[in-house]
């Protein structure tokens, strides 16, 4: 079973900047996405990628700010979140699919991470 482990989360003022890494067990030749959750709320889509990395998809919440990325090497995905906003704070987990091209639904992953905090001050 592949293990998948996020770091990074963090307190961050409104305007600030954080990455996030998501770590593989092993390699695992799928696309992989990112997900948030607020106490109360449904876990929603932010982004996903190919996995070539090549194609890429978000929500337009996050569009232009937010980019994801992947080091197939590393069996590493990253989210890099830029002018990140008090509404962004949540809990983000990384997760894996059985697709070459990006999902965005939550049931078409059968992977997930532990999930890592991230709280935006205003």
């Known amino acids: 079973q592949v293990q998948l482990v996020e770091s990074g989360g963090g307190l961050v003022q409104a305007g600030g900047s954080l990455r996030l890494s998501c770590a593989a067990s092993?390699?695992?030749?799928?696309?992989m996405g990112w997900f948030r959750q607020a106490p109360g709320k449904e876990r929603e889509f932010v982004t996903a990628?190919?996995?070539?990395?090549?194609?890429?998809y978000y929500a337009d919440s996050v569009k232009g700010r937010f980019t994801i990325s992947r080091d197939n090497a590393k069996n590493t995905v990253y989210l890099q979140m830029n002018n990140l906003k008090p509404e962004d704070t949540a809990i983000y987990y990384c997760?894996?699919?059985?697709?070459?091209?990006?999902?965005?639904?939550?049931?078409?992953?059968?992977?997930w991470g532990q999930g890592t905090q991230v709280t935006v001050s205003s």
């Open positions: 990628i190919g996995w070539s990395g090549g194609s890429t």
């Open positions: 092993e390699r695992t030749f799928s696309s």
């Open positions: 997760a894996a699919a059985p697709w070459t091209l990006p999902r965005v639904r939550l049931g078409d992953y059968n992977y």
